[in-house]
């Protein structure tokens, strides 16, 4: 699953949480979030992930990493469509 907020001016994320728990998403997050936008890795990787860094130094991203906590709350939030992200 992968979390963001659109912004219309670029066609990108502002704001992504990758979330899928593969390699391939992870470079995926890295095409979609916007220059100076905040990528938030929530996946969890088994084994070597391979990572280009160009990407984030070039686009200025912002890149978090995320514990597992509790998911109930956030899955309602998104299940209740009041939120700005989007869910794919």
Same mark, same amino acid.
């Given at each position: 699953?992968?979390?963001? &907020?659109?912004?219309?001016?670029?066609?990108?994320?502002?704001?992504? &949480?990758? /979330?899928?728990?593969?390699?391939?998403?992870?470079?995926?997050?890295?095409?979609?979030?916007?220059?100076?936008?905040?990528?938030?890795?929530?996946?969890?990787?088994?084994?070597? /992930?391979?990572?280009?860094?160009?990407?984030?130094?070039?686009?200025?991203?912002?890149?978090?990493?995320?514990?597992?906590?509790?998911?109930?709350?956030? &899955?309602?939030?998104?299940?209740?469509?009041?939120?700005?992200?989007? /869910?794919?």
């Amino acid at each position: 699953m992968t979390l963001a &907020i659109y912004t219309p001016r670029e066609g990108k994320f502002a704001l992504l &949480i990758e /979330a899928t728990g593969s390699p391939t998403g992870l470079a995926l997050a890295q095409q979609m979030t916007e220059a100076r936008g905040t990528l938030v890795l929530k996946s969890t990787f088994h084994g070597a /992930a391979p990572v280009e860094t160009w990407p984030i130094v070039v686009k200025e991203l912002n890149v978090i990493g995320s514990r597992c906590g509790p998911f109930d709350k956030a &899955i309602a939030l998104l299940k209740s469509r009041q939120s700005r992200f989007l /869910a794919h």
